[in-house]
């Protein structure tokens, strides 16, 4: 049962683009949402999260969004730069569940130069 | 500051075979979580430490799988014995109270590659 999931398993934007990444839960317990960027043979890194009281959060070139009643949830990079090509999770936690984060499969996002 | 550190990076065993993985925290972190992530997949929890005591190890295979985290600091996470379908990365992440998701980030390391033959 995947309660995170990220369809997409790949993308490609040009550079200076928008990326959008996008993830759906199921798990309506889940009220903190986070995104980590991992590149190969390195742990995950934290790179923005939300709360579920919020709709929006911006930290610089990194924006998530976030559609409760979608179940969705998505992350925009806006301009896209090659040192963002990378593999990114989802995640999710739930208030109560001992903050176990539940991670989607991961985007692996390539951008063009 | 250094971040969190696993040994060893890569391991290849044959199936049957003990196994050990090496994880120290970064310095003042309470909370330690050993991951499992298997190709193309998320990393999925095995176990979790406040200081030595495991709160959370629902999710770790305890008849083959043990871990333990002596005076709060390192941790080992142990498979015996070890089989095909464990070759995964094992990933250590510590952060700096409980709610790692809660503004308190989990900082990963780098991770140790398994394989099993």
């Known amino acids: 049962d995947q309660q995170v999931k990220q369809n997409s398993p790949s993308l490609s934007v040009q550079e200076g683009r928008i990326s959008i990444l996008n993830c759906d839960y199921t798990?309506?317990?889940?009220?903190?949402f986070l995104w980590y960027k991992k590149y190969p043979a390195e742990g995950p890194t934290f790179l923005i999260s939300?709360?579920?009281?919020?709709d929006k959060n911006e930290d610089g070139r990194f924006t998530v969004f976030l559609n409760k009643s979608a179940k969705h949830l998505s992350l925009h990079i806006v301009p896209s730069q090659p040192g963002d090509s990378a593999v990114y999770f989802c995640?999710?936690?739930?208030?109560?569940?001992?903050?176990?984060?539940?991670f989607g499969t991961g985007t692996r996002l390539t951008i063009i130069p | 500051e250094a971040g969190v550190v696993q040994s060893p990076r890569y391991k290849i065993i044959e199936k049957k075979q003990p196994v050990a993985f090496w994880c120290n925290p970064i310095?003042?972190?309470?909370?330690l979580y050993w991951y499992r992530q298997n190709l193309g997949q998320g990393p999925e929890l095995l176990i979790r430490?406040?200081?030595?005591?495991?709160?959370?190890d629902s999710q770790l295979p305890k008849d083959r799988f043990s871990a333990e985290r002596l005076k709060g600091v390192d941790s080992t996470l142990k498979i015996q014995p070890a089989e095909l379908g464990d070759s995964a990365v094992y990933l250590c992440?510590?952060?700096?109270?409980?709610?790692?998701?809660?503004?308190?980030?989990?900082?990963f390391g780098p991770g140790t590659r398994l394989t099993v033959l």
């Open positions: 992440a510590s952060s700096l109270v409980h709610g790692g998701a809660r503004g308190n980030e989990q900082f």
């Open positions: 798990n309506s317990m889940f009220d903190y």
């Open positions: 939300i709360s579920s009281i919020k």
């Open positions: 995640a999710a936690s739930a208030l109560g569940g001992n903050e176990k984060l539940t």
């Open positions: 310095s003042g972190h309470n909370t």
């Open positions: 430490y406040e200081n030595e005591e495991a709160v959370d």
